[in-house]
T-cell receptor, first 112, second 113 residues
Framework: GENVEQHPSTLSVQEGDSAVIKCTYS??????FPWYKQELGKRPQLIID?????GEKKDQRIAVTLNKTAKHFSLHITETQPEDSAVYFC???????????FGGGTRVLVKP | DTAVSQTPKYLVTQMGNDKSIKCEQN?????MYWYKQDSKKFLKIMFS???????INETVPNRFSPKSPDKAHLNLHINSLELGDSAVYFC????????????FGQGTRLTVV
């Protein structure tokens, strides 16, 4: 089955700096790669996603890149703000019943 | 209107008890899931139902039994609760064919004492 690895597990950045989270996946049949943000005590919510026919997607301060050959994708947050502090999960799906397989999560702390 | 709702939000119970968590979605999605989030925040899929039929059953103890009376509902029944079952359980739904975003419920924090 699919295996998604995510790094780093924790990330501390100064407000205004950029944050980058990287994920790798194992199943070349996966074709949908969403990123979820989970604030403390809340549910995971989608912040951006990318499909395998696209290499990069941007939405304001967040962007995602995908390298299908290397089977890795990354989340970039620019000009970080304290409200960006949360746990971020990458995920992959498209194979085996389209279940979402999540990475282990990255706890991001933005220091003011 | 809440898209995916699950009840209860908190559940504290003793070892050996049987408990249920209910989930309902009003998005018209055909697929619903149960995920378990442990203390280290790792999100792991347990079950997936498509149009009331079980399509994914990860390695989950038989004490966990999902039930989908219709495609808008997916309930989770847990027998003989153990300490290790303590976690946050999330229900989610998506449209399988489109392979799109999964919407999550607010979670049920289960504590077994």
């Amino acid at each position: 089955g699919e295996n998604v690895e995510q790094h780093p597990s924790t990330l501390s950045v100064q407000e205004g700096d950029s944050a980058v989270i990287k994920c790798t996946y194992s199943d070349s049949a996966s074709n949908y790669f969403p990123w979820y943000k989970q604030e403390l005590g809340k549910r995971p919510q989608l912040i951006i996603d990318i499909r395998s026919n696209v290499g990069e997607k941007k939405d304001q301060r967040i962007a995602v890149t995908l390298n299908k050959t290397a089977k890795h994708f990354s989340l970039h947050i620019t000009e970080t703000q304290p409200e960006d502090s949360a746990v971020y999960f990458c995920a992959a799906s498209g194979a085996a019943g389209n279940k979402l397989t999540f990475g282990g999560g990255t706890r991001v702390l933005v220091k003011p | 209107d809440t898209a995916v709702s699950q009840t209860p939000k908190y559940l504290v119970t003793q070892m050996g008890n049987d408990k249920s968590i209910k989930c309902e979605q009003n998005l018209g999605h055909d697929t619903m899931y149960w995920y378990k989030q442990d203390s280290k925040k790792f999100l792991k899929i347990m079950f997936s139902y498509n149009n009331k039929e079980l399509i994914i059953n990860e390695t989950v103890p038989n004490r966990f039994s999902p039930k989908s009376p219709d495609k808008a509902h997916l309930n989770l029944h847990i027998n003989s609760l153990e300490l290790g079952d303590s976690a946050v359980y999330f229900c989610a739904s998506s449209q399988l064919i489109l392979n799109t975003e999964a919407f999550f419920g607010q979670g049920t924090r289960l504590t077994v004492v």
